[in-house]
T-cell receptor
Framework: GENVEQHPSTLSVQEGDSAVIKCTYS??????FPWYKQELGKRPQLIID?????GEKKDQRIAVTLNKTAKHFSLHITETQPEDSAVYFC??????????FGTGTKLQVIP | NAGVTQTPKFRVLKTGQSMTLLCAQD?????MYWYRQDPGMGLRLIHY???????AKGEVPDGYNVSRLKKQNFLLGLESAAPSQTSVYFC???????????FGPGTRLTVT
C-alpha cells in the first residue's frame, strides 16, 4: 500500500518568513495530493490540493509543487502570519478510495 | 448544509464496554471513512466504505466494526473497549465533482 513520509515534524519560523514542508510517497499510481491544516482541538481542513497532471498550484500565500518522477511534493507558505500556526498534514491518494496521510508538521510562527 | 457531523463529541468508557459512534453527511458523498488520531502518528484509517452496503478494512481495523446501511450514515462500533483505543476519532466523506475529502468535528474517546 501507499506510504507517505513528511518532514520536518516541527518547524519554527519568524513572522513574514516562508515555510516549506516536504512529503514523499511510494505508490507511483497515486494521483491526488491534498494538504490539510489542523488547529488545536479542531478537525483537519483542506487548504490546497494538486493532481498529478499539474506541477504547481497556488492560492494566495500557499503553493504546492509536485515532482512525479521523484515522487515528492511540497507545501510552501509565504509571508507567514501567527494564524498560520497549526499542524499541517500531507496526503496521497490513488483514484477515489483511500487517502494515506503523513505524520504531520507542527508549524509555529513567531511574532 | 451541515457537512459531516459526528456524535457523540466526548465519551468515557470502562474497559470491556461497548459503544457506537455515528457519522452523518448531507453531501450525497459515496465514500466515507473512519480515522483515529494519536499524538505523533497522524491520521490512521480504521475502516472505509465506497458506497451504501459496502465496507472495507483500513490500516488499523482490529477491535472495530462498521456498518453503512444508509448512504448518509457510517457507524463505527467498539465491541469490547480497550485502553489502547483511547484516541480522537474522525469521520470523513469524499465525493462531488472535485472529489475532496471533508472531516467531521471528531469524537474524543477515553477508555479507562
Amino acid at each position: 500500500g501507499e506510504n507517505v513520509e513528511q518532514h520536518p515534524s516541527t518547524l519554527s519560523v519568524q513572522e513574514g518568513d516562508s515555510a516549506v514542508i516536504k512529503c514523499t510517497y511510494s505508490d507511483s499510481a497515486s494521483n491526488y495530493f491534498p494538504w490539510y491544516k489542523q488547529e488545536l482541538g479542531k478537525r483537519p481542513q483542506l487548504i490546497i490540493d494538486i493532481r498529478s497532471n499539474v506541477g504547481e498550484k497556488k492560492d494566495q500565500r500557499i503553493a504546492v509543487t509536485l515532482n512525479k518522477t521523484a515522487k515528492h511534493f511540497s507545501l510552501h507558505i509565504t509571508e507567514t502570519q501567527p494564524e498560520d500556526s497549526a499542524v499541517y498534514f500531507c496526503a496521497a491518494s490513488e483514484g477515489y478510495q483511500k487517502v494515506t496521510f503523513g505524520t504531520g508538521t507542527k508549524l509555529q510562527v513567531i511574532p | 448544509n451541515a457537512g459531516v457531523t459526528q456524535t457523540p463529541k466526548f465519551r468515557v468508557l470502562k474497559t470491556g464496554q461497548s459503544m457506537t459512534l455515528l457519522c452523518a453527511q448531507d453531501m450525497n458523498h459515496e465514500y466515507m471513512y473512519w480515522y483515529r488520531q494519536d499524538p505523533g502518528m497522524g491520521l490512521r484509517l480504521i475502516h472505509y466504505s465506497v458506497g451504501e452496503g459496502t465496507t472495507a478494512k483500513g490500516e488499523v481495523p482490529d477491535g472495530y466494526n462498521v456498518s453503512r446501511l444508509k448512504k448518509q450514515n457510517f457507524l463505527l462500533g467498539l465491541e469490547s473497549a480497550a485502553p489502547s483505543q483511547t484516541s480522537v476519532y474522525f469521520c470523513a466523506s469524499r465525493g462531488g465533482v472535485e472529489n475532496e475529502q471533508y472531516f467531521g468535528p471528531g469524537t474524543r474517546l477515553t477508555v479507562t
